[in-house]
Each structure stands twice: as C-alpha cells, then as structure tokens.
C-alpha cells in the first residue's frame, strides 16, 4: 500500500496509507482533510487541487487535456500542481509529499 504525506496550509502533516487504485481525493476523504472536490472527482471543477513533491511529479502520468483546462480555473497554481481526483496511486508513488494549497480547503 503506498504511504503519502499531506502537507497542510501551516505545515502540519498528515501521514496517510492508500490502496492502489484510490485518488489523492479519496485518501484526503478517508483521513478527514477537507479537500473540497466540489464535483465529487468527476473533473469540472479545480477545487481539489493540490501541489505535487517536484520529486515525484515526473513518476505521474501527464495530465490529461480536460485536466490542464481545469487546472486553469485553480488558485495558488505551481509548476507541479493537478487536480487531487485525477492522480491515481499505484506502489511506485509510495512516499508522495502533496501540499493542500489553502485554496483547496473547505472553510
């Protein structure tokens, strides 16, 4: 099962197991972090957008086009960012750093 660290706005972190197959989205649902994923994972909209460790960014797949037009809607926008919904884990992301940017949270 890959382990990953959420790293909230503060700097409090969040150490997290996943099941392969699950989305950053889901595994933040499972521990409570209140990523807001308004669409509930179905792509339309960027409020599940999170900022990826630059050491794993290149282990992701690319982003989709539909993705990156999201993405343009998103806040707080870095060179590794994508939405939390569409990152799949698998065994190769174990030890994955994501910051929640401020602008993805509930308030």
């Known amino acids: 099962m890959p382990q990953l660290t959420f790293v909230l706005p503060g700097g409090r972190e ?3 197991e996943a099941r392969p ?5 889901d595994v933040a649902r499972h521990e409570d972090i209140a990523i807001e994923g308004a669409c509930g994972g179905s792509m ?17 797949g690319p982003a989709s086009p539909e993705e990156e037009d ?8 870095a060179p590794t ?4 919904c569409q990152l799949v884990l698998h065994a190769g992301l ?4 994501i910051t929640v940017p401020k602008t993805s949270l509930l308030e």
Do not use: N, Y
Not at 21 to 25: D, F, M, R
Not at 44 to 60: E, Q, S, W
Not at 70 to 77: P, V, Y
């Open 14 to 16: 969040i150490v997290a």
């Open 21 to 25: 197959g699950e989305t950053i989205l």
């Open 44 to 60: 339309a909209c960027a409020t599940c957008h999170v900022i990826v460790d630059p050491a794993f960014f290149g282990k992701l």
């Open 70 to 77: 999201m993405l343009d809607l998103a806040e707080s926008l």
């Open 81 to 84: 960012s994508r939405l939390g």
């Open 94 to 97: 174990d030890g994955l750093v």
